[in-house]
């Protein structure tokens, strides 16, 4: 079973930036869109944004337009997730998904999530 692996977490202050990864380490996942979620401690998991196979549509969240930015490198079976203009409420863990089908699902592979911390 394939899992997916984020990096990039970290904390920072408010206005600072980061970039998170999204690898897979053997299967490929350039035919499947990859969604980002976020999960704060002690509120349920929320939606950030998707990037399709090819890497040319992406959806965002309205909480995140505007400052995140998906972009993907299939070459390196890898998908990022630039950050910038961070907010304290942005704190949350971030996790990667594969999936075909962001709408309906399933989720085919997880990540274990990375964390990224944003202080005032």
């Known amino acids: 079973q394939e899992r997916l692996a984020e990096s990039g977490g970290g904390s920072v202050r408010t206005g600072g930036s980061l970039r998170l990864s999204c690898a897979a380490a053997?299967?490929?996942?350039?035919?499947?869109?990859i969604v980002w979620f976020r999960q704060a401690p002690g509120k349920e998991r929320e939606y950030v944004g998707w990037?399709?196979?090819?890497?040319?549509?992406?959806y965002y969240d309205d909480s995140v337009k505007g400052r995140f930015t998906l972009s993907r490198d299939n070459a390196k079976n890898t998908v990022y997730l630039q950050m910038n203009s961070l907010k304290p409420e942005d704190t949350a863990d971030y996790l990667c998904?594969?999936?075909?089908?962001?709408?309906?699902?399933?989720?085919?592979?997880w990540g274990q999530g990375t964390q990224v911390t944003v202080s005032s």
């Open positions: 053997r299967r490929d996942i350039s035919g499947y869109y």
């Open positions: 998904a594969a999936t075909v089908s962001p709408a309906r699902g399933p989720i085919d592979y």
């Open positions: 990037i399709n196979g090819d890497g040319r549509d992406t």
